[in-house]
Structures are given as C-alpha cells and as structure tokens.
C-alpha cells in the first residue's frame, strides 16, 4: 500500500497534461478522422478513416498511412476546446485604416495566447507576430473560413505555433505558409499550395500540392505553469490531504499519550 503523502503528491502531478500534446501532434503530420485525400506535394505520416492518394497506389509522395481511432479523435477535440477555454495573454492589434493587417503582440515570456474573431480573420492579409514570447496559441472563432495570409512569424519556431479553429466546420487555404500546426478537429480542412511546417488535425483532409510535415506542436503549459486541475483532481488532492493531515494529527495524539503513561503510572 502505498504511503499517504505518495497518494496526495501523485493527485497533485496528475493536474499537469504537459505530454498530451506532444504524444497526438507529433504522431502525425496529417489526422483526418474520415476522408484524407492527397493529390501531388509531399506529406509525412497519415492517419484517416479512409485516404485517396492521387498520384495512385504507387505515389511516393506520403511516408505512410494508418487508420484514425476514436481515442485519437476525441484528444484532437478535448486539446482543441482545452486551448480555446485559455485566457488571453497577448493583444491583437490591427493598424488605423487597415483592418486586414493585423499584429500579435505577446506579453509573456512563454507560450501567449492570442484570440482571433472568425469575422476579424476573414478580413486579414497580414498578420505578425511581435513582442515577448516564444511561442503562440492563436485561437480563432468562426465557422466557415477561406482566404490568403501573409505571415511574419518573428523568429517562432515551428513547433511553438499552433493555431487552433475550435469551431471550424469548414477551412480553405489557398497558398498559405503555416509555420507551425492546424488543429481543426471538426473541420474539412482544403489546403491548395503552400504549405504546413507542423501537423494538420482535421475532420476530413483534401490537399493538392501543399507541402504537410515538420516539427508539430509541442507546448501545452503557459510559462511553465500547470493547468488548473479538474474538479475530480481537485477532489483527489483534497482527500489525499486531509488524509496525511489526519494520519499526521494521529501520531501526534499517540505520542502525547505514550508520554503520558510513565506520569500516570507513577502517581498511581
């Protein structure tokens, strides 16, 4: 049986998901959990329901196919809605007279979380990324988005750069430079030219000539701090707590009382 303070530090530990990210995104380069399909370019790994491959059985235009699973799909839309659900730690900024040219600017040393309005997005042709940071969460609102931006990354690498279409039903990208992941687990993601230098998680996948694979997200902590737990861990460290706290009051009430003894005994 493991030592009460061993349970209370495991339900502590247990608040921090810092490998989901890093165990899902960086599995594939493309998960679609129906249709993936490809036509010219280049991809890495693949996981889908079903895959069409263009070129025919004997392109060598992918690294390899598997079948997408439940469990993978329903982590694809808890990350999604986890990242949706932080707070903002940066501003986004666009320039008097310009609405569709647009600067992300983070105040923090780590990770910033940037929010994005899908009718804000629509009008964008530039967007960059400035201020402190060594990475971005870029979450973005809307339903149905489709146009061409030019991005200025500022020296993020790749696999600090997520951005994240939580209510995305349908993408179109035409040419676009991703320098980082697109997590859209809802969405037909559409991808002409360009290219993704991270993962794409989609609903379904139809790519032509687009480029996919590279470093995938790897950041899910905000400055190095944890996650706020979930009330059930919550409860867990409450419990095992309190009960380390109560072994602790009852060795002490035990150790007054075999001081005692020898008083008593004499006076008796």
Request: aromatic share 10%.
């Amino acid at each position: 049986m493991k030592p009460l303070y061993a349970i209370a530090l495991a339900s502590l530990a247990a608040t921090s998901p810092a490998s989901a990210t890093t165990i899902f995104l960086g599995d594939y380069n493309v998960y679609a959990t129906g249709d993936a399909y490809i036509s010219g370019g280049s991809y890495g790994d693949i996981a889908s329901g079903s895959f069409t491959n263009a070129n025919g059985s004997g392109g060598g235009n992918f690294t390899s196919q598997t079948a997408s699973s439940a469990s993978l799909t329903q982590t694809a839309h808890d990350l999604s809605a986890s990242y949706a659900g932080m707070a903002s730690t940066g501003t986004a900024t666009t320039a008097p007279y310009q609405p569709g040219n647009m600067t992300l600017t983070g105040s923090t040393s780590g990770i910033n979380v940037f929010t994005i309005d899908g009718s804000d997005w629509s009008q964008l042709y530039s967007l960059t990324f400035a201020g402190l940071g060594e990475g971005a969460i870029v979450n973005i609102s809307g339903t149905n988005l489709g146009n061409y931006v030019g991005f200025n990354y500022g020296g993020l690498s790749a696999d600090k750069v997520l951005f994240n279409f939580y209510e995305a039903n349908s993408l179109t990208f035409g040419g676009m430079t991703f320098n980082g992941s697109v997590l859209a687990p809802d969405a037909l993601v559409t991808i002409q030219g360009g290219s993704v230098a991270g993962s794409v998680v989609a609903d379904s996948f139809h790519s032509e000539g687009s480029v996919i694979g590279g470093a995938a997200f790897g950041g899910l902590l905000t400055n190095g701090t944890a996650a706020i737990p979930e009330p059930a861990t919550w409860a867990m460290m409450i419990l095992g707590f309190g009960a380390v706290g109560f072994a602790l009051r009852r060795r002490r009430r035990k150790a007054r009382k075999d001081a005692d003894a020898p008083a008593q005994s004499m006076t008796a």
